[in-house]
């Protein structure tokens, strides 16, 4: 049986955490990233339409999930948005600033795989793409193996850069939580986050009417809201409001939808019965609404009434069915459609300082194995960098 290829560090996955390296680190580890596609950054290059929402001005803690909130912390705050943001003008990357404080290459993502691998190429890393990872061991002498279709590599650090369930199209496996569970490292239940709500009932038979309608509106799930464009699909509620509230949101539980922010439409009703009597209660309903809107979701006893026919309670009903509207999702679009995966591996197992897991020397989780989430935005690809030189540091 041939020995195992020896490295002092392997690296599982040349995603966004696995591919960040600590630039002033000193190349003397030798260093091995693996990866099952046939090419680095496969996520960071079709993110944000492939510009890349690479970062966002405003990261804090809050933005995040997991069952250790504090986690994040160290990590943010030890390599900042303004740390990263750094290496994308070193590198002469064009950027712009878009809504919410995100950034975005005005070029291709393509530019921050290359800074990245650039990096990676000065410390002298290996890299293996097109390479399937099979079995992780752990010997006694304080190394670990992995099998790979490429003969089988060792090293005293294992960092699991390997990523969540989410762009299943692209590859993404389970393998993180796997070699997490073998070494009795708790894995808090992966469930697809930032992804589309599914109908149900009879709204699967009202609600495709309206595909292609977008608007602002308010969602709540909880304590949570989130103010932004919510959007009408043939099979459910999409936009940015739907994938923000769908990572915090319980299967069989109703969120509460207020399709009108900002406004009081039952005072304004009030009003516009006042100054205008024989006006339909629809008319006025289009001039805040699209029409195929207004015809689903007016009820039909008020359809066809004018203002001076409607009670205050008749007001207050057509008022609440748009800004109080309570939608039960059937269920979500899956991780075929979902931007990240939220939980992972069990942080409370994990070192916030340095990635590695309290009881297993030389093992590391970084990225989005781990069992943080962030808000649509650029959240996530920032616990990316963030998490990722954490280890590096370390491994430096």
Same mark, same amino acid.
């Given at each position: 049986?041939?020995?195992?290829?020896?490295?002092?560090?392997?690296?599982?996955?040349?995603?966004?955490?696995?591919?960040?390296?600590?630039?002033?680190?000193?190349?003397?580890?030798? #260093?091995?990233?693996?990866?099952?596609?046939?090419?680095?950054?496969?996520?960071?290059?079709?993110?944000?339409?492939?510009?890349?929402?690479?970062?966002?001005?405003?990261?804090?803690?809050?933005?995040?999930?997991?069952?250790?909130?504090?986690?994040?912390?160290?990590?943010?705050?030890?390599?900042?948005?303004?740390?990263?943001?750094?290496?994308?003008?070193?590198?002469?990357?064009?950027?712009?600033?878009?809504?919410?404080?995100?950034?975005?290459?005005?070029?291709?993502?393509?530019?921050?795989?290359?800074?990245?691998?650039?990096?990676?190429?000065?410390?002298?890393?290996?890299?293996?793409?097109?390479?399937?990872?099979?079995?992780?061991?752990?010997?006694?002498?304080?190394?670990?193996?992995?099998?790979?279709?490429?003969?089988?590599?060792?090293?005293?650090?294992?960092?699991?850069?390997?990523?969540?369930?989410?762009?299943?199209?692209?590859?993404?496996?389970?393998?993180?939580?796997?070699?997490?569970?073998?070494?009795?490292?708790?894995?808090?239940?992966?469930?697809?986050?930032?992804?589309?709500?599914?109908?149900?009932?009879?709204?699967?038979?009202?609600?495709?009417?309206?595909?292609?309608?977008?608007?602002?509106?308010?969602?709540?799930?909880?304590?949570?809201?989130?103010?932004?464009?919510?959007?009408?699909?043939?099979?459910?509620?999409?936009?940015?409001?739907?994938?923000?509230?769908?990572?915090?949101?319980?299967?069989?539980?109703?969120?509460?939808?207020?399709?009108?922010?900002? #406004?009081?439409?039952?005072?304004?009703?009030?009003?516009?019965?006042?100054?205008?009597?024989?006006?339909?209660?629809?008319? #006025?309903?289009?001039?805040?609404?699209?029409?195929?809107?207004?015809?689903?979701?007016?009820?039909?006893?008020?359809?066809?009434?004018?203002?001076?026919?409607?009670?205050?309670?008749?007001?207050?009903?057509?008022?609440?069915?748009?800004?109080?509207?309570?939608?039960?999702?059937?269920?979500?679009?899956?991780?075929?459609?979902?931007?990240?995966?939220?939980?992972?591996?069990?942080?409370?197992?994990?070192?916030?300082?340095?990635?590695?897991?309290?009881?297993?020397?030389?093992?590391?989780?970084?990225?989005?194995?781990?069992?943080?989430?962030?808000?649509?935005?650029?959240?996530?690809?920032?616990?990316?960098?963030?998490?990722?030189?954490?280890?590096?540091?370390?491994?430096?």
């Amino acid at each position: 049986m041939t020995d195992p290829e020896t490295f002092d560090v392997v690296v599982l996955g040349a995603g966004a955490s696995g591919l960040m390296r600590e630039r002033g680190g000193q190349a003397r580890r030798r #260093v091995l990233v693996l990866d099952h596609a046939k090419k680095p950054g496969l996520k960071i290059r079709i993110s944000g339409g492939g510009r890349s929402n690479f970062t966002n001005l405003d990261i804090q803690p809050k933005c995040y999930l997991s069952g250790n909130p504090h986690f994040c912390k160290s990590a943010l705050s030890r390599f900042t948005q303004w740390d990263f943001l750094e290496r994308v003008v070193q590198a002469g990357i064009q950027y712009e600033e878009r809504s919410h404080g995100q950034l975005f290459c005005t070029g291709t993502a393509n530019e921050l795989v290359e800074m990245l691998m650039a990096d990676c190429r000065r410390h002298g890393v290996v890299f293996r793409f097109g390479t399937k990872i099979g079995e992780m061991e752990r010997s006694g002498e304080g190394s670990y193996e992995v099998g790979t279709s490429m003969g089988a590599v060792q090293a005293t650090s294992l960092v699991v850069a390997t990523g969540g369930l989410s762009y299943a199209s692209i590859g993404a496996t389970g393998i993180g939580y796997d070699i997490a569970r073998k070494m009795g490292i708790a894995v808090l239940e992966p469930t697809p986050g930032l992804v589309p709500f599914t109908l149900r009932g009879q709204d699967s038979r009202d609600l495709p009417t309206l595909a292609g309608i977008a608007l602002q509106a308010t969602v709540n799930f909880g304590e949570v809201s989130f103010t932004e464009n919510v959007l009408f699909t043939h099979r459910g509620l999409s936009g940015p409001v739907i994938l923000q509230i769908s990572s915090y949101w319980s299967a069989g539980q109703a969120v509460l939808l207020d399709l009108l922010p900002g #406004v009081d439409l039952f005072g304004h009703l009030k009003t516009q019965r006042v100054r205008q009597p024989l006006k339909m209660l629809r008319t #006025v309903l289009l001039d805040h609404f699209p029409k195929r809107l207004v015809e689903v979701f007016l009820e039909v006893d008020l359809a066809d009434r004018k203002l001076a026919d409607c009670s205050d309670r008749h007001l207050q009903k057509a008022a609440d069915r748009f800004q109080k509207w309570t939608f039960v999702p059937g269920g979500t679009e899956g991780y075929k459609k979902a931007e990240v995966t939220c939980g992972g591996v069990d942080c409370d197992a994990i070192s916030s300082k340095t990635m590695e897991a309290k009881a297993a020397p030389g093992l590391y989780f970084v990225g989005e194995v781990l069992d943080i989430t962030g808000w649509l935005g650029g959240y996530n690809l920032q616990w990316a960098w963030s998490s990722g030189w954490c280890g590096a540091v370390r491994l430096a």
